[in-house]
């Protein structure tokens, strides 16, 4: 069975052989753990949640923090639900099954699988296709579905403005069409960090031609920055931030 518990440890340990030697040799350095940016009286918002265990660390040592556990996957998104019961911190703590993106309403979440290590993934996304910047392997589309779609600035059309914002999205290559539906935040005086991940994204995507724009045109009012640093999983990513640290 896949899921047994030493093909689980297989795994595991493959991934971080080819991780650490993805360090090894590229000199490159770690990205802080979320929890890092957050305290009691922020927001966290964690696109591309998976199994929601992100936020459920946050508020366990947070318990006043505002979390948004959103992820597009029905079955990922009914266990991140079933996991929080095993916690007393759940106010203040909302699950959303949908996925970031410019704009409310539905759209088609694709299911592609490709080979990493001789490990067959699954790795779902709304982008017509996955384009993988860090290795050669194709990913092969399996299936798609409906799913409903939210924006950034609608989760925080209700929230309080006093708070500042940590947003994580690490959604396989729709980071610029949820950047695209966060313009509000981007603009305002609100205090925010946002950091997501730029590995699947489509350079010849119109949705990074104009998120891209938007940022070029945002450097100064904010500060934007692709650190040369990678997290364990190998993504690089670009930080935008307005005051979170004041």
């Given amino acids: 069975k896949t899921n047994a518990p030493h093909v689980q440890q297989e795994r595991y340990a493959a991934h971080l052989a080819y991780a650490q030697r993805y360090v090894r040799?590229?000199?490159?350095?770690?990205?802080?753990?979320?929890?890092?940016?957050?305290?009691?009286?922020?927001?966290?918002i964690d696109g591309g949640s998976f199994l929601g265990?992100?936020?459920?660390?946050?508020?366990?040592?947070?318990?006043?923090l505002i979390t948004y556990a959103i992820e597009a996957s029905k079955s990922n998104h009914e266990f991140s639900k079933h996991h929080a019961k095993q916690i007393s911190h759940t106010d203040n703590?909302?699950?959303?099954?949908?996925?970031?993106?410019?704009?409310?309403?539905?759209?088609?979440?694709n299911m592609f699988s490709k080979e990493l290590e001789n490990i067959n993934q699954q790795v779902n996304t709304i982008i017509p296709k996955l384009n993988d910047q860090t290795t050669s392997n194709q990913a092969n589309l399996q299936y798609s579905q409906k799913v409903n779609s939210i924006t950034i600035d609608q989760?925080?059309?209700?929230?309080?403005?006093?708070?500042?914002?940590?947003?994580?999205?690490?959604?396989?290559?729709?980071?610029?069409?949820?950047?695209?539906?966060?313009?509000?935040?981007?603009?305002?005086d609100r205090r925010f960090f946002i950091r997501a991940g730029w590995r699947y994204f489509d350079e010849n995507s119109?949705?990074?031609?104009?998120c891209l724009s938007m940022i070029s045109e945002l450097n100064g009012k904010v500060k934007v920055d692709f650190p040369p640093r990678w997290d364990l999983m190998l993504h690089p990513y670009i930080t935008i931030q307005n005051k979170f640290f004041c």
């Fill in 155 to 188: 989760i925080l059309a209700d929230c309080p403005k006093s708070k500042p914002v940590f947003i994580s999205l690490e959604i396989n290559g729709a980071e610029p069409q949820a950047l695209l539906g966060a313009i509000k935040l981007l603009e305002s």
């Fill in 206 to 210: 119109e949705f990074t031609s104009e």
């Fill in 93 to 109: 703590h909302f699950w959303l099954n949908a996925a970031l993106d410019s704009k409310s309403g539905e759209v088609e979440l």
């Fill in 25 to 44: 040799e590229n000199s490159v350095f770690p990205l802080p753990q979320k929890t890092f940016y957050l305290s009691n009286d922020h927001i966290f």
């Fill in 53 to 64: 265990h992100t936020c459920l660390k946050a508020k366990i040592l947070y318990p006043e």
